[in-house]
């Protein structure tokens, strides 16, 4: 059983990446897992690239924690404008949509 998860989402303004963060964290509340969300938003005011960052935990979240466990593109090239706050590695599930054209050969995975 997970007891710590950090999931990072990220994709053009009006996707619902923020909306979809905010209901996973209501749900994971009610179901009385402790969290922390983080939103962040780019310079554009309509159309720009939008993240946010989830830690649910059995255990009171203290900090946003570290590499994510799942990371979520819907534009790969929005997420990857967020790369210090959303960092992947070796062992992040990334889900991401194929129209995006993303080859793992040619993106440069951290240590």
Same mark, same amino acid.
């Given at each position: 059983? &997970?007891?710590? +998860?950090? &999931?990072g989402m990220?994709?053009?303004?009006?996707?619902?990446i923020? /909306?979809?963060?905010? /209901?996973?964290?209501t749900? !994971?509340?009610?179901?009385?897992y402790?969290?922390? +969300?983080?939103? $962040?938003?780019? #310079?554009?005011? *309509?159309?720009?690239? $939008? /993240?946010?960052r +989830? *830690?649910?935990?059995? %255990? #009171?979240?203290?900090n946003?924690?570290? *590499? =994510?466990? !799942?990371?979520?593109?819907?534009?790969?090239?929005?997420?990857?404008?967020?790369?210090?706050? =959303? #960092? &992947?590695?070796? *062992?992040?599930t990334? &889900?991401?949509d $194929?129209n995006?054209?993303w080859? %793992? %050969?040619?993106? %440069?995975?951290?240590?």
């Open positions: 059983m &997970i007891d710590d +998860l950090t &999931i990220a994709g053009s303004g009006g996707d619902g923020v /909306s979809a963060g905010e /209901s996973l964290m749900a !994971l509340a009610l179901e009385g402790y969290g922390m +969300l983080t939103k $962040s938003f780019g #310079p554009q005011i *309509r159309g720009g690239e $939008s /993240s946010c +989830l *830690r649910a935990s059995t %255990r #009171p979240v203290l946003p924690g570290g *590499r =994510l466990d !799942l990371a979520v593109a819907l534009n790969w090239d929005d997420f990857l404008k967020f790369g210090a706050e =959303l #960092p &992947i590695a070796g *062992r992040t990334v &889900i991401y $194929s995006t054209k080859r %793992r %050969r040619r993106f %440069r995975w951290p240590a």
